[in-house]
């Protein structure tokens, strides 16, 4: 009896109607839920007219890309207009849910409306944004239909960066016409770009204005969340400079034994056109010149490949082979109907190789002209894992399709490359006879990984260094090409093979200047690629800390579902969770740790210690040279370089020989 009495007082209780806290509750609850509804739909409504209007805007872009000619710049043009009229329109609906969208309780909804409260270069208005566009499309035209003439016969002067150059700089060791193809590459391309450079960091620093940042450098980095971004990429430099340095001291050795000290000096920087690469980038190409132990097996299967009649195709359906090993999703039909994979002949594209999302949820393709090396099969599996990425997150909003940062998005392909590349793996897949446990063959294996991952390090670091001081003003217009050079030399301790001035523009010769693309996501995906492939690795079990048998360096996850599926798990998040989270998910950590590339490297980071010693090298670089002038126009019309001063390293001898000409000139006057 008593138990009904109170339950009666407290029915009664909540019976109270107005003034009750339990309705009013009750009544914010369901104005939530109201607005959270709306917003859902209205979001909806924008991310699938958003995919359309992507769909077409992405299509035109693709279509001038593989067929550079005016018609499809002038449809490229006019599509990115209309693209952009359309993001503009939907930031301004965006904008009247200000004040909104911060009150919404369910998170996946509010990182959408944050994502999409950044307009872009859209903000600028429609003729500023035609001229912008024209300007990014007119650079990269310029870099992508450069030619050069030949060194051994001048009046053939149809050679290209792909396959052409890349080639001769791979193969030759005539220094002479490496030193050509080096200098001519650019009065083709860079010189060329330096001017509409000038006016586009200008619009470009406008459009971030506009969007609440102070340059376009800010802007790029906002993707990563941090607030402390430019100091971690410096940290994480430091924690790896020390290999580096070890790295280039001793190929500088190797290439002073094949080219004379005349060339290349004992504590000098390295001249840039010998590294077999254009940009000096990865150096991989020389390996036949600084493999530690000759006779042992040989990792670059380029010959196999050739030997059994490899094509573009069979590249690429290794590497579908190798996604669906994990149990991760295979290239749909369109990839394989609609991509190019091959130069076609009788018409110009942009050869640089790339993957593209169409916005549909089922159109992927790769831009690639191949070539039959086994550099440019480790190429597939990046591009490959692109569309892998694409492929796995194709379910979320529009604005959630894209990597945890833009440096996940590279270091998908590159986790598989690093398994790829083991021997263990290419016997696998036929491409080598047998693998041997032999610690020497170990130190050839690693020397060629280092080659590739390890000297690209400093310039993955200071291609976006560079830009962040161009588009912040702390480095002047007056100034560019030689603060390119200081930054070269500085960090990568590299040089020109002639004179440089600025009457050149250098950066401008790496297709991601005049083409726009960030750079600084490489350097990021250099480092947190270890950090997964040490992740699933040891998810694999064929990593053991604790087990001599099973180092990271040697582990294959190919045909391993379980590191498959956790990679997968991480890659359907896009970016819908902040990159610190998605890495957690996969590694259980939240920071990038260069450590694991030390860890991955430590026997040949010994090797090399000891090496250098035994030879008595010296670890780092300095010169007297005058790398870049702040002059340029005599050497343009002269070919001779200019006497102007120097913005690049002056040592001693070099201070003291300028003082004496001074002195002298003075006199005369």
Known sequence: MLLVVWTCVLVGALAVPQHSPVHVADQARSESESLEEEARTFLAGVDERGSTECTAATMASWEYASDINERNKKIKAEAQLKYADW?????????????????????????QF???????????????????????????????????????????????????????????????ELQHVWKMWRHASGRKVRDHYKLFVRLANKAAKLNGFDNMGDMWLYPYESDTFREDMAELWEQLRPLYQQMHAYVRRKLREQYGEEYVSKRGPIPAHLLGNMWS??????????????????????????????????????????????????MPSEFWTESIIEKPKERDIICHASAWDFCNGKDFRIKQCTDVTMSDLITVHHE????????????????????????????????????????????????????????????????????????????????????????????????????????????QGIKPPVQRSEFDFDPGAKYHIPANVPYIRYFVSYVVQFQFHKALCIKAGQYDPQDPSKPLHKCDIYQSTEAGNALGDMLKLGSSVAWPEAMAALTGGKRMDASVIREYFKPLETWLTNDNQKHGEFVGWETDEVLCTSDGPREAATGEPSSATTLVPAGPLYLLLFLLVGLLLSHRS
Request: aromatic fraction near 12%; glycine fraction near 6%; include cysteine.
């Open 281 to 330: 980038q990865s150096w991989g190409e020389v390996y036949s010149l600084a493999i530690p132990y000759q006779g042992k097996t040989h990792v670059d299967v380029t010959p196999q490949m050739v030997q059994q009649n490899y094509t573009p195709r069979k590249m690429f359906e290794l590497s579908d082979d190798f996604f669906g090993s994990l149990n991760l999703t295979r």
């Open 87 to 111: 993001q503009k329109e939907s930031w301004q609906m965006v904008k009247k849910w200000n004040g909104r969208w911060e009150t919404l309780s369910d998170p996946f909804l509010k990182r």
């Open 114 to 176: 944050k994502a999409m409260s950044i307009l872009g270069t859209a903000a600028l208005d429609k003729k500023e944004l035609e001229k912008y566009n024209s300007l990014v499309t007119d650079m990269s035209t310029i870099y992508s239909t450069a030619k050069i003439c030949d060194y051994k016969n001048p009046k053939k002067c149809d050679l290209e960066l792909e396959p052409d150059l890349t080639r001769i700089l791979r193969t030759s060791r005539d220094y002479g």
């Open 384 to 491: 490959m894992g692109h569309v892998e990425y694409f492929l796995q997150y194709k379910h979320l909003p529009a604005v959630f399709r894209e990597g945890a940062n833009p440096g996940f998005h590279e270091a998908v392909g590159d986790v598989l490359a690093l398994s790829v590349a083991t021997p263990k793996h290419l016997a696998k897949v036929g491409l080598l006879d047998e693998v041997h446990d032999d610690d020497e063959e170990d130190i050839n294996f690693l020397m060629n990984m280092a080659l590739d991952k390890i000297t690209f390090l400093p310039f993955g670091y200071l291609m976006d260094n560079w830009r962040w001081d161009v588009f912040s003003g702390k480095t002047p217009e007056k100034d560019w090409n030689c603060a390119w050079w200081n930054l070269r030399y500085n960090i």
